[in-house]
């Protein structure tokens, strides 16, 4: 378990140092969450108008869920690092040292979870100097980046995965398509869920995504549910289980291939 967690860190900071060369990231990664926040909360600030809507501040109400659809687009397609290394046989020389298999797998999911962590720290900075506001306090910050690097790691694992089977750029393009849109609208990232049609609120209870802004959002108000909030975020970590597993049982049939 040592060697493993010591190879993961090492094979972490090999993709950090990837990423400090390619500033034109570094910025996207920065900037378009903080688009998404100014864009959202001026197209539907008057929803709040809305009968049951719960809440009479849109920014707050946004922010919680902001945090966590960045955090799943971008874990969504962090895949495409996997095939680029793939493509460039990078993979394939480091089956030739003594390298953790897990380890190439793991980096890739604490990655994305680290990703996420810091974006949700700026939008949440944003959020604070247009509004929006963590009633629980420091409790509360831990608790959405928990659940934004919670989420990150889910559907990093599963991304991976579909990376290591498919090992094409267009099949994983096709594939993030056809996921991201769905899952970001089968939850009350944008609206309350009692708000929601009953076919998409029933659908809603079965997404991670949901269950990552779900967490978010109930610390933002005073007297959060912290039943709630656990238990949304066992389910992620539950669900990041099984999608790592799953990471690495498509990288075991990659090298099988070899």
Same mark, same amino acid.
């Given at each position: ?10 094979? /972490?900071?090999?993709?950090?140092? &990837?990423? /400090? ?35 009479? %501040?849109?920014?707050? =109400? ?10 799943? =687009?971008?874990?969504?397609? %962090? ?33 994305? *979870? ?15 100097? #247009?509004?929006?506001? !963590?009633?629980?306090? !420091? ?12 989420? *990150? ?23 993030? &398509?056809?996921? @991201?849109?769905?899952? #970001? ?18 659908? *809603?209870?079965? &997404? ?5 802004? $779900?967490?978010?959002? $109930? ?10 909030? @656990? ?5 992620? +970590?539950?669900?990041?289980? !099984?999608? %790592? *597993? ?11 291939? +070899?």
């Amino acid at each position: 378990m040592t060697t493993t967690l010591s190879h993961t860190w090492y094979m /972490l900071g090999r993709q950090t140092r &990837n990423l /400090l060369r390619q500033p034109i990231w570094i910025f996207i990664i920065l900037i378009q969450p903080l688009i998404w926040l100014l864009l959202y909360s001026q197209l539907f600030r008057r929803i709040v108008e809305l009968p049951g809507f719960g809440s009479d %501040s849109y920014i707050e =109400f946004l922010t919680p869920g902001i945090v966590v659809m960045t955090a799943f =687009f971008s874990a969504l397609w %962090s895949g495409m690092a996997m095939i680029e290394d793939l493509d460039q046989g990078v993979i394939e020389r480091f089956l030739a040292t003594p390298a953790r298999r897990t380890a190439l797998v793991l980096s890739q999911v604490a990655r994305s *979870a680290i990703t996420a962590v810091i974006q949700a720290v700026i939008i949440l900075g944003l959020g604070f100097l #247009m509004g929006a506001r !963590v009633r629980e306090g !420091v409790v509360g910050w831990i608790v959405i980046l928990v659940a934004a690097a919670l989420v *990150a790691g889910c559907f990093s694992g599963l991304s991976h995965g579909i990376a290591l089977l498919a090992r094409r750029e267009p099949t994983m393009i096709a594939v993030a &398509n056809f996921v @991201g849109l769905p899952l #970001m609208f089968l939850s009350s990232t944008l609206i309350a869920t009692n708000l929601m049609p009953g076919w998409m609120q029933w659908a *809603a209870k079965f &997404n991670p995504v949901h269950w990552g802004v $779900e967490a978010s959002r $109930e610390v933002v108000h005073r007297g959060a549910d912290w039943g709630a909030v @656990g238990v949304w975020l066992a389910l992620l +970590l539950g669900f990041a289980a !099984v999608t %790592s *597993a799953f990471a690495t049982w498509a990288f075991q049939a990659y090298r099988r291939t +070899l």
